[in-house]
């Protein structure tokens, strides 16, 4: 098994489409960023690589490239998803939290939740996803931005499920 941890954020910005886990939130304020700022999905991809030791986001996907100009995160989130198979491991689970004052995200977590599982190829019980607010405090409490936190755990292919002896 493997553990790793994700941490992206990014700054709204106008006349942007949100995605969030893949996810288009209608009616809501967009992200500023060189891709489509899926700041859910990057910390995913963080978490995930940093699990496997394989580095982060900005050493697959740099910013300078213009070919992840505008590009769909959900797309870089199955290349990864392919690289840690490849290394010979399986997501086992994803549980991230999604830290923003607004869009409200309670209506819309069991579609990001199907959207990330579909992409991570696990049931959607290994995905949790979660909103906070930061209380009005800092940049992302005056509502500046979004930040998510994310940890992932790989399992090693030929696991095919945890198993806990409690007794031990």
């Not at 709204?12 to 060189?34: C, M, Q, T």
């Not at 979004?146 to 090693?156: D, G, H, S």
Request: hydrophobic share 45%; proline share 4%; net charge negative.
């Amino acid at each position: 098994m493997r553990v790793g941890f994700g941490y992206d954020s990014h700054r709204f910005e106008e006349g942007r489409p949100l995605y969030l886990g893949g996810v288009l939130i209608p009616d809501a304020v967009g992200l500023k960023g060189h891709s489509d700022a899926d700041v859910l999905i990057h910390a995913v991809i963080d978490a995930l690589l940093g699990a496997a030791a394989h580095g982060d986001i900005g050493s697959h996907f740099p910013d300078a490239d213009p070919q992840w100009k505008g590009a769909d995160s959900s797309k870089l989130l199955a290349a990864v998803v392919d690289e840690i198979h490849a290394a010979g491991f399986a997501v086992g689970n994803v549980d991230a939290t999604v830290i923003c004052e607004r869009p409200k995200l309670r209506p819309h977590v069991e579609t990001i939740r199907a959207r990330l599982a579909e992409l991570l190829q696990v049931d959607v019980g290994c995905v949790s996803v979660k909103g906070k607010t930061n209380e009005k405090m800092d940049d992302v409490g005056a509502g500046i931005g979004i930040e998510v936190q994310c940890v992932a755990l790989l399992l090693a292919r030929s696991a095919n499920r945890l198993t806990f002896n409690l007794s031990q």
